[in-house]
């Protein structure tokens, strides 16, 4: 069965970091692009970043490029999203999610929710 | 403001059909695959349509899913009272950064 199970979310001030990990099972987690889409309190999806099953293609959406990053490790079937200079605006639940082989977002995990405030 | 438009909120009764609509534009829906993700309360979301009209294993075939152009449709027959989510449509942009994918807004489905 596939498990994606986000941690690392929690409280931050804005200026600050934080970063999340996606731990993968049941899946051959080196061979799928992973993403991170983040939802905030009472609105719809919005897709964060995305990486390809060897790290070669990295891609963010504008509203994170530059603050954001992306990363895997296949050896410990592990998903990274390293937040820096956190805006009021980052504060939502973010969920890790597999790409299925036709690019669908097939598999999510169950989120883990950041908040950004003074 | 998304990229896609949705319907924030459709209603029907139990085992009449519904559907919600997703209207984009020739950099999205026009030239790429259209998804559709149903989010119950509470819960993450799930693939509930791919391909424009294909379902995952495990999905009845009371969901079903079509595009015309740059829209795209998503039907629900046969209502139960455990439809009742949020439905997000979802598809790439290339008008956006290289990689990026895009939802609707959202529609809010009661099942009366």
């Known amino acids: 069965e596939v498990q994606l199970v986000e941690s690392g979310g929690g409280l931050v001030k804005p200026g600050g970091s934080l970063r999340l990990s996606c731990a993968a099972s049941?899946?051959?987690?080196?061979?799928?692009?992973m993403n991170w889409v983040r939802q905030a309190p009472g609105k719809g999806l919005e897709w964060v970043s995305s990486i390809s099953s060897s790290s070669s293609y990295i891609y963010y959406a504008d509203s994170v490029k530059g603050r954001f990053t992306i990363s895997r490790d296949n050896a410990k079937n592990s998903l990274y999203l390293q937040m820096n200079s956190l805006r009021a605006e980052d504060t939502a639940v973010y969920y890790c999610?597999?790409?299925?082989?036709?690019?669908?977002?097939?598999?999510w995990g169950q989120g883990t929710l950041v908040t950004v405030s003074s | 403001q998304s990229v896609l438009t949705q319907p924030p909120s459709v209603s029907a009764a139990p085992g009449q059909k519904v559907t919600i609509s997703c209207s984009g534009s020739s950099s999205n829906i026009g030239n790429n695959y259209v998804s559709w993700y149903q989010q119950l309360p509470g819960t993450a979301p799930k693939l509930l349509i791919y391909d424009n009209n294909k379902r995952p294993s495990g999905i009845p075939d009371r969901f079903s899913g079509s595009k015309s152009g740059t829209s795209a449709t998503l039907g629900i027959t046969g209502l139960q009272t455990g439809d009742e989510a949020d439905y997000y449509c979802g598809t790439w942009d290339s008008s956006l950064s290289a990689g990026g994918r895009v939802f609707g807004g959202g529609t809010k489905l009661t099942v009366l």
């Open positions: 049941g899946f051959t987690f080196s061979s799928y692009s």
């Open positions: 999610a597999r790409d299925d082989l036709t690019g669908d977002l097939g598999y």
